[in-house]
């Protein structure tokens, strides 16, 4: 399936700056400025300086909140999934518990495992499709875990409604694609709003979830599901391309 | 919400012949004949007259095969839940095995229960639908395990999309609804095609799937499932409603 492009000059800007790239400034950004984002609740607040917000913007990453503060500062919120990526795999900026000392990643990491159900399942899949420079937003809309989108979402609507679960049973369980009607509803509605089902079977291969570190013996099988058109292998098709 | 009509003769086609006097009908008519199913796999075969044949479709039940035999006979095809019903609720058909003996309803019960998972389940809330004058369709279309129409559905458009749970956890699981994720995409899907979610959480009380007899203690809890609008609770909303 191609990018459906959101307007006409949306693929030129897309490509002009290819992700990587941004995500490559972003992080350089906010290493020098030694960034610190505050853990809050379920959410990380993070200050940035102008540049970094039209980074952050462009990278997809957080969102911006509202307050009647500094005006050359911007607060942004992120995900645990989104601070967790930028603490542990971009090691872009430092998180700060409400001591204010600076977690370690493997504290984040207990902290988000204690509070999310699913999360180590959540966070491979997260960063996995991050480190393949494909955009990732949360999916509730659709009914899935992610979205991922081939470009910044300005430029195109997401290809891929994505679900991750995990191989084996166990209190990460996501329980979801058990039963036939659970796929007819996730393939109607993935018809329905032109995504294509992204399923990625996360396998702890005998690890457990006490540390972040695990997380790299991981191993994440991607599959597409999608109804199978008998027409795409019938002889008169061929005969209709051939023409 | 109010029945979907399908065109300006519907309403009055529909209101002339309730489908509690159709199915009445039906049955007294499938009596006189003394009429026979086949067990056939996962569906049973019924041969009916013409006039059953008529009523067959006016109740919404079965769907007639193509065959090249006799001309004032026409075969039709029951699923389970169809044909268990015809037989252990209105007591109208017999059906017959390979054997070409005539099965007891508890014979009947066994293989079906043995041939579909979750069929227990399944055939409390087909027949507590219908019972209520319901016309009850498969729902696998819309990702549910039935659709409820409340007229023919000549007339109407599926009011609501059910799907039935036990409320213990056990081999006849219909693994529904256990996460968010599943929640938001049923709904979802839902909405786009005008249905309302109705779940049925159908308890065992205890009882075992042994016997069709133990159906009768196993009771049904009805829940719709929408999204709630703050708007309507709103004081504005009042305001505008009185202008």
Same mark, same amino acid.
């Given at each position: 399936?191609?990018?459906?492009?959101?307007?006409?000059?949306?693929?030129?800007?897309?490509?002009?700056?290819?992700?990587?790239?941004?995500?490559?400034? !972003?992080?350089?950004?906010?290493?020098?400025?030694?960034?610190?984002?505050?853990?809050?609740?379920?959410?990380? !607040?993070?200050?940035?300086?102008?540049?970094?917000?039209?980074?952050?913007?462009?990278?997809?990453?957080?969102?911006?909140?509202?307050?009647?503060?500094?005006?050359?500062?911007?607060?942004?919120?992120?995900?645990?999934?989104?601070? !967790?990526?930028?603490?542990?795999?971009?090691?872009?900026?430092?998180?700060?518990?409400?001591?204010?000392?600076?977690?370690?990643?493997?504290?984040?990491?207990?902290?988000?495992?204690?509070?999310?159900?699913?999360?180590?399942?959540?966070?491979?899949?997260?960063?996995?499709?991050?480190?393949?420079?494909?955009?990732?937003?949360?999916?509730?809309?659709?009914?899935?875990?992610?979205?991922?989108?081939?470009?910044?979402?300005?430029?195109?609507?997401?290809?891929?409604?994505?679900?991750?679960?995990?191989?084996?049973?166990?209190?990460?369980?996501?329980?979801? !694609?058990?039963?036939?009607?659970?796929?007819?509803?996730?393939?109607?509605?993935?018809?329905?709003?032109?995504?294509?089902?992204?399923?990625?079977?996360?396998?702890?291969?005998?690890?457990?979830?006490?540390?972040?570190?695990?997380?790299?013996?991981?191993?994440?099988?991607?599959?597409?599901?999608?109804?199978?058109?008998?027409?795409?292998?019938?002889?008169?098709?061929?005969?209709?391309?051939?023409?």
């Amino acid at each position: 399936m191609a990018p459906r492009w959101k307007g006409k000059t949306a693929e030129a800007k897309a490509l002009a700056e290819p992700m990587s790239v941004i995500v490559s400034k !972003l992080q350089t950004s906010l290493i020098e400025s030694n960034a610190q984002g505050l853990l809050s609740g379920s959410a990380v !607040l993070l200050e940035a300086l102008p540049e970094q917000t039209e980074l952050l913007y462009r990278a997809c990453i957080g969102r911006p909140v509202i307050t009647a503060e500094k005006k050359n500062k911007q607060w942004h919120q992120l995900s645990f999934e989104e601070a !967790l990526y930028l603490c542990s795999v971009l090691k872009c900026i430092k998180v700060a518990g409400e001591n204010e000392c600076a977690k370690s990643d493997e504290e984040m990491w207990h902290y988000m495992v204690a509070k999310r159900v699913g999360f180590p399942v959540l966070f491979k899949a997260y960063s996995h499709l991050r480190r393949k420079n494909w955009v990732v937003r949360a999916g509730s809309q659709y009914g899935a875990d992610y979205v991922a989108y081939r470009y910044h979402p300005a430029f195109v609507h997401s290809e891929y409604a994505v679900l991750a679960l995990p191989d084996e049973d166990g209190d990460d369980g996501n329980a979801r !694609l058990k039963v036939w009607s659970d796929y007819h509803c996730t393939l109607r509605l993935c018809g329905s709003v032109a995504k294509t089902l992204l399923v990625l079977h996360i396998s702890r291969n005998g690890e457990d979830v006490v540390s972040l570190s695990s997380l790299e013996h991981y191993s994440v099988e991607e599959r597409i599901v999608t109804r199978w058109n008998p027409e795409v292998s019938r002889e008169n098709q061929t005969m209709i391309m051939k023409k």
